[in-house]
Every structure is written in structure tokens, then in C-alpha cells.
């Protein structure tokens, strides 16, 4: 199925801006899964420079700066994309996870190499020993790995409560686990922590999820959100992702911007300014189904 | 060793090096070893009441120059000296060649590997290096890909911490990539030991330090060269709060660079520019001093003050070289060590000459084995963190912490590393009127010079009583010493100055003014003025006081009340003082004064003054700094011996006054009339102004005329008493006196001069030439001089009309209205840096 997103970030401040350096993930990479049609970035006003660049785990930064003051910041992404469905197999149809967490530590494919990466400590998803024991009922020796996952998501979603109210962008990820609460991105930084503990490589994959409306009502224009779910190295099978705010494996409605260690290598918009005064931020994302799916 | 009983007075040789400890100076049959023998010889002729002497005299000098760590730290009471002892570490040509060629090959090394790390990872691909190393690394910093690329030495300068163990063998304790420290110490160590020592001592040829300074220059010159024919090299400086802030002064002076500041630089448009009086001025190649994971605010994150965002992407562009790379610094995690004879062979295809410090990385089954066998004989420190910082010494802790720390290396076996523990070598010390063993730490540094490395023959020693192990930092240990390395050939003279003997293009400004310097030396004009202000001030008061009647002083309430008006004393006594309790306030006055917290006070001033000048102490001339430290530890030790009575204050400020006399002078006469001084001078002029016009408002704020005895006080606190007399005698009349004060412009105290050379000086400051009409601040002084050359003569005969004193509020209003306007214009560019983050959220689940 294709889907056209559109992903505005409007940023005012009290004052006017003097200078102002920034970063975007904003254009959604190509996956196995995933095509990238079109995609366009506009910012008002026209920035001093724009360039882009590919950070070190293959996602397009956009780098761009102002030199001459501005009162409000928007930055549009406008992006068609192409996805495929995963094929279907049964959970159980996985190597154990336990055969996995070996590989890794033997690391003689490059593709495990490659997973090393996401298997340590980053600055925001930590280790834990309280969080191997949260997952331990659901990786028994030798169970299958994408089953071991699905039954951990589900507890988890059972588990955590969704609550916006809850945590701020730098709450750490033992008082989510302590607290049980939070949003999205705190949800994919204590699943990736607690999966990581378990000596398996898990990424933070940062994009948008499509939302249907309540039935019989229209779809809500701007109504849906960024978004952000973990990636688990499986062995032959490779990543699965996993949304801990959905409590399922990511099938069809989740399109991928990005992946990093954590939220911190690939926040959407980053930015250093000077002047401003205090500040406000609207982001609206929308997400539209351009073609049903199985054409 | 028995060499003490065959040496007789004068020198007492109390030299006994522990059994297994290897001597530098002589070998175990009590020969003394290459390039020791002349030197032993002199010193044992050497008296040891001349060596005590000199001994001194070098640590003055120390002083003298500030080498004192946290010098410039605010707040800071405890002053570390930098010790030096005299007698230096001496090596052969022939055994520093030796270190030279294993530290090049080591430091070539570590540059193929940092280049491999941040580029292809061939090392990880290949099993070399296993992952854990990188990826488990927070000094693996994702950021700085890519940027190890680009031509030029990715690694620019190195340092190795050097120690030699009981077999004579030198082995790296510690590699230090990517911001070496002590360099500057070991070419200060160098000057001072080679005025100092006696001449005795000092025959043999020794290598100089210049050419390895000379070549530092050429190789950031040609890391510059590809931006820009005739590149601008600053040194970025994590600013004056930092420990080593006084090494990137003093190279920065040395090697002819801008010593810059994170705000000292923009980035724009992807070029990186410095911020100059005259405007933006390009940047072409970033000496940067501090810490690497904070050099860019906006990819790194933080709100370390010393980044400057942008700065990656514009050397992502092309557009600036940072040297060393952001990322050399990930060589400085002991991890490596562990690795390094093997990733000899593959990446270099040779033996490692320069052994490191036998290291066992944990996360490796084997090599855990021994060292958790082992255990109790090694150091354990974090693998991942650059070594001098967190380490445990296992067989200094208790069993239970041992068991803590088995534990942990359990737990997380990839971030530790263990290393032997190492006897390092004596070398003589004079220490107390003898020479007596210490245990040497050697720091050596390299500078790139193609694709090798050449080494600094020379280097920072530092020394301790005993072999116990000794912190990785440049301030370890209880002294430092120079070191020495013996030509076996003629030494050519070579300096950083003029190489070639042609005549140069005459100039008559230095090439760059940054505005943060602007700014501080207009405050060391400020404070500068102020405190001389105040310090007159205080003496007309004092003076009174300390008189046998002090209450018949008549101008006594007149000039409380004007300390009062400046914020000097609380107001409350100028209302009591008419009532007469004395005595009460001639006890709290040096309270007042002493009080440095408060902000508008004499203390206060003299204290900004120092701080401000210690700061720019490169563009003032240094016997005009020397000065201002000295008048400020006179003072503040005058504070602290305890003040009593007015008397106290009355000599303290008598000494302040005198001294700030000197400091003028050493300025007028020692300062180039370029921009730095016409700042400082902006600076002085604007605060004598409003400082005179506030007191002339003071006394005229009852409307009354002034009285005979406040006109003659006024006189003394202006500096004119003798000018007055030689004009009109005994005859105060408030016209003559006020025209000193405003009108005449012959006066050097009086408002009008300081306002016609703020005219003079504005015209002078770099202008929009695109504009026709005079510019803002222009006008505002200009406006302020007229209304003061128009003032009709009798106005000055009648203070008392409203007429006076509104042209001196117009004045004051006016300078501040300038320093406004010069701050926006000239002074700071830019306010404080923030990020923005924005938190990804949902609005719905299903």
C-alpha cells in the first residue's frame, strides 16, 4: 500500500530568533519493506544554507541555518511511501532467542557485527538487572525468538499505561519501569533497555503511525503523530520491529523515518538558537492511505 | 649505593634508590650513565647555598609569570604553585632518538586506527578489534564519522605519559590524543630552569624546544592551506574557569595565535568566523583545547560553554579543519592498549617498538582469567574512560570492596581493563639542601610532520617521593622538572621569531581585536578608574576622621553622604552621622570597605579589576599586569591582616592609589594606541566621567552653594589641590573649583576632557563606511560635549539653579546611552545559546 504523509513542526518563539542551527530526521529511509516515492522538506523562512548529509547509521540528516533573525520556524516534510506487507510466518517459526544472544557474542557475520551496534548501553536506554528479571517468564531457554518478543509486548502493554502527563523528554528509563508510565518514546527506550538486557541487539526506530478513525467517522486531518517503536535483531529472520505502545509486532500501519541507539541520534528536529525568548512548538502529522492494500 | 660516603661536602648526595628501582643517573656500578657524568661531576662542586638560591629565584619566576593551576579560578583561595626543581632529567641523543622512533611508529598507529574507527571499521570487520570496543564505547561518538577522511593529520599533536620500570625499559602509562596538556608547562619549565640554574651545570649542548614549536606552526599552516592561501589559526580555549587555562594562554602567545573563546566564534553559511571588533573575520583552522565531545552543542548535545554549534558541519563542508579531529580522543581509552601489538602487525605490518603498560582487557575470556588470578596485584580501571581518571589500586582496598569490584567486572567484564603496577625509575632531586632520589613521570609530545611524527626534545618530568603510583595528570606528583636531551651534535639556534633575514611588511595594528576582549578590557578601564575613584574618595574621608577632632570637619556629612550616594556605606549613616555618632562609623567603615561581596565597593573593584586583566593579560603589556596582580595582593593582603581602625583603611588606600598610579603609567607608556588600549581607555574615561558628575550631583542636591571645606575636599578627591593653588592661592571660590571639575578641558580629571577624548576615540573605532552621517555614539558624546562647552560661566558661580545639576544627570544618561550603544555595536555579538528538543508523541492508541 502507499501512504502520503505530511509532517509540519511549527516552533514560535516571544522573541525573534538571531541565529539558529538545526538537524532533521525528517526523510523517511528506504527498508527492506519500505519505498520512498517522493519526499520534500520545506522551511519558512528560506534558510542562509540547507544541505544533507547521511549520519553513521545510514539515515539523511538535513542540516540547515539561519543567519538572519526569524519569529516562527516551519518545517515541512512531505513524504509518499511504499510498503510492503511482511510476509506471514508463525511466531514459532524463529530461531531461539537464546541461539541469537550466542550469535551475537560470536558476531562472525557481518550482519551480527552490524547488530553489536545495537546491543550496548546508549546515553538513554541502560541495562538493567531488574529489567532481565521483567523479561525473564518470557524468554525460557530455547524459546523462539519472535514468540518470546510478542509475549513480552503484549505484557508490557498490559503492564505500562499511556499517559503523556507522565515523563518529560529526559525521563530516564528506570523510573518509567518504576512508575509504569509514559509515552511512545519512553515506552520504545525501556522495551529496546529491557530487550538489550537479555543480551539481544535492539535499535530505536523513530516514524509515523497511520490511525484509523472510530468506525463511521471521517478521518481527523492531522490527527496522527510521530511516533517511535523498537527493532529487534532476530538472527536469519533480521528485524522485527516491535510497538510497545500497541503491544504488537509492526505489520502495515508503521512507516520508518529513521533508526538510531536511542531518540538522541535521530530526533527529528535538533536545533542550538540564539535569542527567542520562550518558546512554543506544534507538530501535526498526517498520514493518508493513497491506495488500499493488496494492489 | 655507597656514592653518598665518596662525596664530600658542600653538596649533601642523600641517594639511596631502593634495590630494583632502575637510577637514571648511574648505573649499578655507581657510574654515572650517558650524558650524566659532566653534569654529576659540576654538581657536586655546586654550593648548596647558591643552588637554594636559585632555587628561589626559580620559583619566583613561576609566580611571577601566574604558572599557578586555578590562578584565574574565581572563588578559588588555594593557588597551586607549578614547582620546579632545577636539576633536570638528562637523556643521550642516542637513547631519545630510540624513544622517538617508537613513539612515531605508536603515534602513527593510533592515527591508522582512529581513521579505521571513524571510516571503514575494517578493524571491527575483520576481527582485529572486537565490537564492545567501539560500540560499548561512549568515546566512540557517531557524530565525529566521516571526519578522520579528509587530508591532513587527522591526529596533529600526541602526548605519551611515559614511566621507566625496574629492566630500564620506557613504556606509555597513557596516550594522549586528542588535546594533549603540558606542553606549554615543559617550555616554561625550560625557560625558567635555563635562567636559573647555576652556569655550572649548565655546559653541555642541550636540543632546544623551538623547532618543535616551528613545526607545530607549519603543520596547522598546512592543515589550513587548503581554505585559504594565508589560513587563520585560533586556539579555541575552554576559557579562563578551566585548571589549564594559563598552557593555552601561553601558547597561544607562543605560537602567534587568537586565543579564542566558544562565543568568540559563528558559524555562518557553513564557514566558521571570529568575532572582531571590525566584524566577522573568517577562521580557517580551530586549535581546539577542550574537551571533544562538547565541541559542537548542536550534534553532541549539552550546554558545555565551550562548543561552538555548527562548527562539525562547517568541517563536514570543508570549510575549517578542527585539530586534532574531533574523535583522536577515543585513542585515550586504555581499552586499546590491550590491542595495540597486534593491531601493530596488522595495520602497520611492524613490531611494536614502545611497549604500553602490559594491559588485560577484561571483556576477552582469557585475559579476564588472569587478571581475576592475578588480581590483587594489578590496577583495575574503566575501559572506556581515558586513563588518569576512575581507577582501583586492588591491593589498597579492603577484601570487601574487592569483592565489589569482582562483581562488577562480572557483570560488565567489556569495560574494564587491568594493568601492572610500575616501580618508576629515580632520578636526582634537590630537595631540602640535598639531592635525593625522586620517581619520575615523563609526558613527551609529538607533532605531525607529514606522515611522521617528530618529538619535542624535551618534555614535562614529574617527580615523587616514592615509586607508589602516581596520577596520570599533568599536576601530579610534587614537583616538575625540565628535561633535557643532549646534542651530540652542534645545536642550531633556532626561534619562533623571523626565520628568514629579510625585512617584513611594516603594519601598524595586529591583525585581530576579538569583541570578547574588547569587552573586558573596556571593563579593566572601568574598574580601573573606579577603584582610583573610590580609593580618593575613601582617603578625604578617612583623613578627616583620623583627625584628633573629627566632627568639626564641616565637610564631613557632605562627603559620607557622597559614599553614601555611591553605594558605599549604608545610607543610614549619612543621616546619623549629623547626629553624631562618630565613632560608630569610623568602626564600620572597614568593614564596608574590606567587604568584597559587595559588588560596588573598593574590594569588589580592585578584585574585577584583576580578574578582567589576568584574562586579557595578552593584550596588556605584561608589566601593567604585573602590576595590577601586585597591587591587588597588596591590597588584599592589607584586608586580610585584619583591619581595626580608619587608620588600616587610610594605608591600604593610600597603597591602592600610589599603586594605581603605576598601573596608569605602565599603560599610557607600554600600551600600543591600537584598539586594545583605546577600549581600556574608553572604559576609564566613561566611568571617571559619570563618577564626577555623580559626586557634583551629590553636592549639589540640597541646592545650596557648596561650602568652602567640600570644595577644598573636592579638590583633593580631583586630584587638583595644586593646580587650584597655583592659579588662585588660598582663594576657594565654588567657580574656579567647579570649572576644574567640568569645563576645562586642560584639566586631566575634568568632565569636558573625558568627553572630547570619547569624541576622539569613537571617530577611531572601525565605521560603517557605507554611511554619510555620524554615527549613534557619535552624536550621543558629541551631544554631551556640547551641552558642556556651552555651559554659560555663571552657571558654575550657581550650582545651586537646577540648570548644573540637570547637565549632569544629561551626562550621565548620555555615557550610559554609549556604553550601550559601543556594547551592541562592538562589544558582544551574541547572547547565549539554547536547544530545542521536541518529544515525539501519540495522540491516540488503538
Same mark, same amino acid.
Given at each position: 500500500m502507499t501512504?502520503?504523509i505530511?509532517?509540519?513542526t511549527r516552533?514560535?518563539?516571544s522573541e525573534?530568533v538571531s541565529?539558529?542551527h538545526?538537524e532533521?530526521?525528517?526523510?523517511p529511509?528506504?527498508?527492506g519493506?519500505?519505498?520512498?516515492?517522493s519526499h520534500?522538506?520545506?522551511?519558512i523562512?528560506q534558510?542562509?544554507?540547507?544541505?544533507?548529509?547521511?549520519?553513521?547509521?545510514g539515515?539523511?540528516?538535513?542540516q540547515?541555518?539561519?543567519?538572519q533573525?526569524y519569529?516562527a520556524?516551519?518545517?515541512t516534510?512531505?513524504?509518499?511511501?511504499e510498503?510492503?506487507?511482511p510476509a506471514e510466518?508463525?511466531a514459532s517459526?524463529?530461531?531461539a532467542?537464546?541461539a541469537?544472544a550466542?550469535?551475537l *557474542?560470536?558476531?562472525e557475520?557481518?550482519?551480527?557485527l552490524?547488530a553489536c551496534?545495537?546491543?550496548?548501553?546508549?546515553p538513554?536506554c541502560?541495562?538493567h538487572g531488574d529489567?532481565?528479571a521483567y523479561a525473564?517468564?518470557s524468554?525460557?531457554?530455547?524459546?523462539? +525468538?519472535?514468540?518470546?518478543?510478542?509475549?513480552?509486548?503484549?505484557r508490557?502493554h498490559g503492564d505500562f499505561?499511556f499517559d503523556?502527563e507522565?515523563?518529560?523528554v529526559?525521563t530516564?528509563?528506570?523510573?518509567v519501569f518504576?512508575?509504569r508510565?509514559?509515552?511512545c518514546?519512553?515506552?520504545?527506550h525501556?522495551l +529496546?533497555s +529491557? +530487550?538489550?538486557? *537479555?543480551?539481544?541487539?535492539?535499535?530505536?526506530?523513530?516514524g509515523?503511525l497511520?490511525?484509523l478513525p472510530?468506525?463511521?467517522?471521517p478521518r481527523?486531518?492531522?490527527a496522527?503523530?510521530?511516533?517511535?517503536w523498537?527493532s529487534?535483531y532476530c538472527g536469519?529472520?533480521g528485524?522485527?520491529?516491535?510497538?510497545?505502545?500497541?503491544?504488537t509486532l509492526?505489520?502495515?500501519?508503521?512507516?520508518?523515518v529513521a533508526w538510531g541507539?536511542?531518540?538522541?541520534d535521530?530526533a527529528?528536529?535538533?536545533?542550538v538558537?540564539?535569542g527567542?525568548?520562550?518558546?512554543?512548538?506544534q507538530?501535526?502529522?498526517?498520514?493518508e492511505?493513497t491506495?488500499?492494500?493488496?494492489? | 649505593m655507597s656514592t653518598a660516603e665518596k662525596?664530600?661536602?658542600?653538596?649533601?648526595?642523600?641517594?639511596?634508590?631502593?634495590?630494583g628501582?632502575?637510577?637514571?643517573?648511574l648505573?649499578?656500578?655507581?657510574?654515572?650513565?650517558?650524558?650524566w657524568?659532566e653534569?654529576l661531576?659540576?654538581l657536586r662542586h %655546586?654550593?648548596p647555598?647558591?643552588?637554594?638560591?636559585?632555587a628561589t629565584?626559580?620559583?619566583e619566576?613561576l609566580?611571577?609569570?601566574?604558572?599557578?593551576?586555578n590562578?584565574?579560578?574565581?572563588?578559588?583561595?588555594?593557588?597551586?604553585?607549578? /614547582?620546579?626543581?632545577?636539576l633536570?632529567f638528562i637523556?643521550?641523543?642516542?637513547?631519545?632518538r @630510540?624513544?622517538? $622512533?617508537?613513539?612515531n611508529?605508536?603515534?602513527r598507529l593510533l592515527?591508522?586506527i582512529?581513521?579505521?574507527c571513524y571510516?571503514?571499521?575494517?578493524l571491527i570487520?575483520?576481527?582485529?578489534l572486537p565490537?564492545e570496543?567501539?560500540?560499548?564505547?561512549p568515546g566512540?561518538i557517531r %557524530?565525529?564519522?566521516g571526519?578522520?577522511?579528509?587530508p591532513?593529520p587527522?591526529?596533529a599533536?600526541y602526548?605519551a605519559?611515559?614511566?621507566r620500570g625496574?629492566?630500564?625499559q620506557w613504556?606509555?602509562m597513557?596516550d594522549?590524543?586528542a =588535546?594533549?596538556?603540558g606542553m606549554?608547562?615543559?617550555?616554561?619549565?625550560r625557560i625558567i630552569?635555563?635562567?636559573t640554574?647555576p652556569?655550572a651545570?649548565h655546559h653541555?649542548p642541550?636540543?632546544?624546544?623551538?623547532?618543535?614549536f616551528l613545526?607545530?606552526?607549519?603543520?596547522?599552516?598546512?592543515l589550513?592551506?587548503?581554505?585559504?592561501?594565508n589560513?587563520?589559526?585560533? &586556539?579555541?580555549s575552554s576559557?579562563?574557569?578551566?585548571?589549564?587555562?594559563?598552557?593555552?594562554v601561553?601558547l597561544?602567545r607562543?605560537?602567534?595565535?587568537t586565543?579564542?573563546?566558544?562565543g568568540?566564534?559563528a558559524?555562518?553559511?557553513d564557514?566558521?568566523?571570529? @568575532?572582531?571588533l571590525a566584524?566577522?573575520a573568517?577562521v580557517?583552522?580551530?586549535?581546539?583545547?577542550?574537551?571533544?565531545?562538547?565541541?559542537?552543542?548542536?550534534?553532541l548535545g549539552?550546554?558545555?560553554?565551550y562548543?561552538?554549534p555548527?562548527?562539525?558541519?562547517a568541517?563536514?563542508?570543508g570549510?575549517?579543519?578542527?585539530s586534532n579531529r574531533p574523535?583522536?580522543?577515543l585513542?585515550?581509552?586504555?581499552?586499546?592498549?590491550?590491542f595495540?601489538?597486534?593491531?601493530?602487525?596488522r595495520?602497520l605490518d611492524?613490531?611494536?617498538?614502545?611497549?604500553s603498560i602490559p594491559?588485560?582487557w577484561c571483556?576477552?575470556?582469557?585475559?579476564?582469567?588472569?587478571?581475576l588470578?592475578?588480581?590483587?596485584?594489578?590496577?583495575?580501571k574503566?575501559?572506556?574512560?581515558r586513563?588518569?581518571?576512575?581507577e582501583?589500586?586492588v591491593s589498597?582496598?579492603?577484601?570487601?570492596?574487592r569483592?565489589a569490584? /569482582?562483581?562488577?567486572?562480572?557483570? /560488565?567484564?567489556?569495560?574494564?581493563?587491568a594493568?601492572e603496577?610500575?616501580?618508576?625509575?629515580?632520578?636526582?632531586?634537590?630537595s631540602q639542601?640535598a639531592?635525593?632520589p625522586g620517581?619520575a613521570?615523563?609526558r613527551?609530545?609529538?607533532?605531525?610532520e607529514?606522515?611522521?611524527?617528530?618529538l619535542?626534545?624535551g618534555?614535562?618530568v614529574r617527580?615523587a617521593?616514592?615509586?607508589?603510583?602516581?596520577?596520570?595528570s599533568?599536576?601530579?606528583?610534587v614537583?616538575? $622538572?625540565d628535561?633535557?636531551?643532549?646534542a651530540d651534535?652542534p645545536v642550531?639556534p633556532v626561534?619562533?621569531?623571523?626565520?628568514?633575514?629579510?625585512?617584513?611588511k611594516?603594519?601598524?595594528?595586529s591583525?585581530?581585536f576579538?569583541?570578547?576582549?574588547?569587552?573586558d578590557?573596556f571593563?579593566?578601564g572601568?574598574?580601573?578608574?573606579r577603584?582610583?575613584?573610590?580609593s580618593r574618595?575613601l582617603r578625604?574621608?578617612?583623613?578627616?576622621?583620623?583627625t584628633?577632632?573629627p566632627l568639626?570637619?564641616?565637610?564631613?556629612p557632605s562627603?559620607?553622604r557622597?559614599?553614601?550616594?555611591q553605594g558605599?556605606?549604608?545610607?543610614?549613616?549619612?543621616i546619623?552621622?549629623l547626629a553624631?555618632?562618630?565613632?560608630?562609623?569610623?568602626e564600620?567603615l572597614p568593614r564596608?570597605?574590606?567587604d568584597?561581596?559587595?559588588s560596588r565597593?573598593l574590594?569588589a573593584a580592585?578584585?574585577?579589576?584583576?580578574r578582567?586583566?589576568?584574562l586579557?593579560?595578552l593584550w596588556?603589556?605584561?608589566d601593567a599586569?604585573r602590576k595590577?596582580h601586585?597591587?591587588?595582593?597588596?591590597?588584599?593582603a592589607s584586608?586580610s591582616?585584619g583591619w581595626t581602625?580608619?587608620?588600616?583603611?587610610l594605608?591600604?588606600?593610600?597603597?591602592?592609589?600610589l599603586?594605581?598610579a603605576?598601573?596608569?603609567g605602565?599603560i599610557q607608556?607600554g600600551?600600543i594606541?591600537?584598539p586594545?588600549w583605546?577600549?581600556?581607555?574608553?572604559?576609564?574615561?566613561?566611568e571617571r566621567t559619570?563618577?564626577?558628575?555623580?559626586l557634583l550631583?551629590? &553636592?549639589m542636591?540640597d541646592g545650596?552653594p557648596?561650602?568652602?571645606p567640600?570644595l @577644598?575636599?573636592?579638590?583633593?578627591?580631583m586630584?587638583?589641590?595644586?593646580?587650584?593653588?597655583? /592659579?588662585y592661592?588660598?582663594?576657594i571660590q565654588?567657580?574656579?573649583?567647579l570649572?576644574?571639575?567640568?569645563?576645562?578641558?586642560?584639566?586631566?580629571?575634568s568632565i569636558a576632557?573625558?568627553?572630547?577624548?570619547l569624541?576622539d576615540?569613537?571617530d577611531?573605532?572601525?565605521?560603517?563606511a557605507a554611511?554619510?552621517l555620524?554615527s549613534?555614539?557619535?552624536?550621543v558624546?558629541?551631544g =554631551?560635549?556640547? =551641552?558642556?562647552?556651552?555651559?554659560p560661566?555663571?552657571?558654575?558661580?550657581?550650582p545651586?539653579?537646577?540648570? &548644573?545639576?540637570d547637565?549632569m544627570i544629561?551626562?550621565?544618561l548620555a555615557?550610559?546611552a554609549l556604553?550601550?550603544?559601543l556594547s551592541?555595536?562592538?562589544?558582544?555579538?551574541?547572547g547565549q545559546?539554547?536547544q530545542?528538543?521536541?518529544?515525539?508523541?501519540?495522540?491516540?492508541?488503538t
Open positions: 501512504f502520503h505530511q509532517h509540519t516552533y514560535t518563539g525573534a541565529v539558529g538545526n532533521a530526521w525528517l526523510t529511509r528506504a527498508t519493506l519500505q519505498r520512498l516515492l520534500s522538506l520545506t522551511i523562512p534558510p542562509s544554507v540547507v544541505s544533507t548529509r547521511t549520519d553513521a547509521f539515515n539523511t540528516v538535513t540547515f541555518s539561519f543567519n533573525g519569529d520556524l516551519t518545517v516534510a512531505v513524504s509518499d511511501i510498503l510492503d506487507r510466518r508463525p517459526d524463529s530461531l532467542w537464546d541469537v550466542e550469535a *557474542q560470536r558476531h557475520s557481518a550482519a551480527e552490524e551496534e545495537f546491543l550496548f548501553d546508549s538513554r541502560r541495562t529489567f532481565a525473564a517468564p524468554f525460557a531457554p530455547g524459546r523462539p +525468538i519472535v514468540e518470546a518478543l510478542l509475549e513480552l509486548v503484549e508490557f499505561q503523556p507522565a515523563t518529560t529526559t530516564p528509563v528506570e523510573h518504576r512508575d508510565r509514559g509515552v518514546q519512553d515506552f520504545a525501556l +529496546i +529491557i +530487550i538489550r538486557s *537479555q543480551g539481544l541487539a535492539a535499535r530505536y526506530i523513530s509515523y497511520r490511525t472510530p468506525p463511521g467517522k481527523l486531518v492531522g496522527d503523530a510521530s511516533h517511535a523498537a529487534v536469519p529472520l528485524w522485527v520491529d516491535v510497538d510497545p505502545v500497541l503491544g509492526v505489520i502495515e500501519d508503521h512507516v520508518t541507539r536511542d531518540y538522541g535521530v527529528p528536529l535538533k536545533g538558537y540564539i527567542g525568548g520562550s518558546h512554543q512548538l507538530v501535526s502529522v498526517d498520514v492511505e491506495a488500499p492494500a493488496g494492489e | 662525596i664530600g661536602p658542600p653538596l649533601r648526595f642523600d641517594w639511596s634508590v631502593p634495590t628501582v632502575y637510577n637514571e643517573a648505573d649499578p656500578s655507581g657510574t654515572p650513565r650517558d650524558g657524568r653534569f661531576d659540576a %655546586a654550593p647555598e647558591e643552588l637554594a638560591r636559585r629565584q626559580a620559583e619566576q609566580r611571577e609569570n601566574g604558572v599557578t593551576f590562578v584565574f579560578h574565581e572563588g578559588s583561595q588555594l593557588q597551586r604553585p607549578w /614547582r620546579l626543581d632545577l633536570p637523556l643521550s641523543a642516542a637513547e631519545w @630510540k624513544v622517538e $622512533k617508537g613513539l611508529q605508536r603515534a592515527r591508522w582512529v581513521q579505521d571510516g571503514s571499521r575494517q570487520y575483520d576481527g582485529s565490537p570496543v567501539l560500540f560499548a564505547n566512540f %557524530a565525529f564519522c571526519l578522520h577522511a579528509g591532513g587527522s591526529i599533536t602526548a605519559e611515559l614511566a625496574p629492566d630500564g613504556c606509555v597513557a594522549r590524543a =588535546a594533549p596538556a606549554a608547562f615543559a617550555l616554561e619549565n630552569t635555563s635562567r640554574i652556569p651545570l653541555q642541550v636540543l632546544r624546544l623551538a623547532p618543535f613545526q607545530l606552526q607549519n603543520t596547522l599552516t598546512e589550513g592551506a587548503r581554505h585559504s592561501p589560513p587563520r589559526i585560533v &586556539l579555541l576559557g579562563a574557569s578551566h585548571p589549564y587555562y594559563f598552557e593555552d601561553y597561544a607562543y605560537l602567534g595565535y586565543l579564542v573563546e566558544s568568540d566564534l558559524v555562518r553559511e564557514r566558521v568566523y571570529l @568575532k572582531t566584524g566577522l573568517p580557517d583552522v580551530i586549535m581546539a583545547r577542550g574537551p571533544e565531545r562538547a565541541i559542537d552543542p548542536l550534534e549539552g550546554n558545555s560553554p562548543g561552538v555548527g562548527v562539525l558541519h568541517m563536514r563542508r570549510n575549517v579543519t578542527i574523535g583522536s580522543g585513542m585515550e581509552t586504555p581499552v586499546f592498549m590491550a595495540l601489538p597486534e593491531l601493530c602487525r595495520c611492524e613490531e611494536l617498538l614502545m611497549p594491559t588485560w571483556g576477552d575470556d582469557a585475559q579476564r582469567a588472569y587478571v588470578d592475578q588480581f590483587e596485584g594489578l590496577v583495575i574503566p575501559a572506556f574512560e586513563s588518569g581518571g576512575r582501583t589500586i589498597r582496598v579492603s577484601a570487601a570492596e569483592g569490584l /569482582r562483581e562488577r567486572i562480572l557483570a /560488565r567484564p567489556y569495560a574494564f581493563v594493568q603496577l610500575i616501580e618508576r625509575s629515580a632520578v636526582p632531586v634537590f639542601g639531592v635525593r620517581h613521570a615523563v613527551v609530545f609529538m607533532v605531525a607529514g606522515g611522521e611524527f617528530s619535542m626534545p618534555g614535562l617527580v617521593p616514592n615509586t607508589a603510583p602516581m596520577e596520570l599533568i599536576s601530579a606528583g614537583g616538575s $622538572k628535561l633535557w636531551v643532549l651534535g642550531r626561534t619562533l621569531l623571523s626565520s628568514e633575514n629579510e625585512p617584513v611594516l603594519q601598524r595594528t591583525a585581530i576579538p569583541s570578547r576582549v574588547a569587552d578590557l571593563w579593566v572601568q574598574s580601573l578608574d577603584a582610583d575613584f573610590l574618595l578625604a574621608v578617612v583623613e578627616r576622621l583620623t584628633d577632632a568639626d570637619a564641616a565637610e564631613l562627603l559620607v557622597i559614599l553614601a550616594d558605599q556605606i549604608e545610607p543610614g549613616f549619612a546619623e552621622i553624631g555618632p562618630m565613632p560608630a562609623f569610623g564600620e564596608m570597605v574590606s568584597a561581596s559587595e565597593g574590594a580592585v578584585r574585577e579589576l584583576e578582567l586583566a589576568s586579557e593579560r596588556i603589556s605584561p599586569w595590577i601586585e597591587t591587588a595582593a597588596t591590597f588584599h584586608v591582616s581602625g580608619p587608620y588600616d583603611v594605608d591600604a588606600v593610600n597603597q591602592v592609589i599603586d594605581l603605576a598601573v596608569s605602565l607608556d600600551m594606541r591600537g586594545a583605546r577600549l581600556l581607555d574608553i572604559g576609564r574615561r566613561v559619570r563618577n564626577v558628575a555623580g550631583r551629590s &553636592l542636591s545650596e557648596i561650602e568652602r567640600v @577644598k575636599a573636592l579638590l583633593e578627591v586630584d587638583c589641590r595644586m593646580t587650584y593653588r597655583a /592659579r592661592l588660598d582663594n565654588q567657580n574656579a573649583v570649572d576644574l571639575c567640568i569645563t576645562d578641558e586642560t584639566c586631566p580629571r576632557s573625558q568627553l572630547a577624548a569624541a576615540h569613537v577611531l573605532l572601525p565605521q560603517d554611511s554619510p555620524r549613534e555614539e557619535k552624536r558624546i558629541m =554631551a560635549l556640547h =551641552a558642556v562647552r556651552m555651559l560661566p555663571d552657571q558654575l558661580a550657581r545651586q539653579t537646577a540648570d &548644573l545639576r547637565i544629561d551626562v550621565d555615557l550610559r556604553t550601550d550603544t551592541r555595536k562592538y562589544l558582544l555579538h551574541s545559546p539554547r530545542i528538543t521536541i518529544e515525539p508523541d501519540v495522540v491516540a492508541t
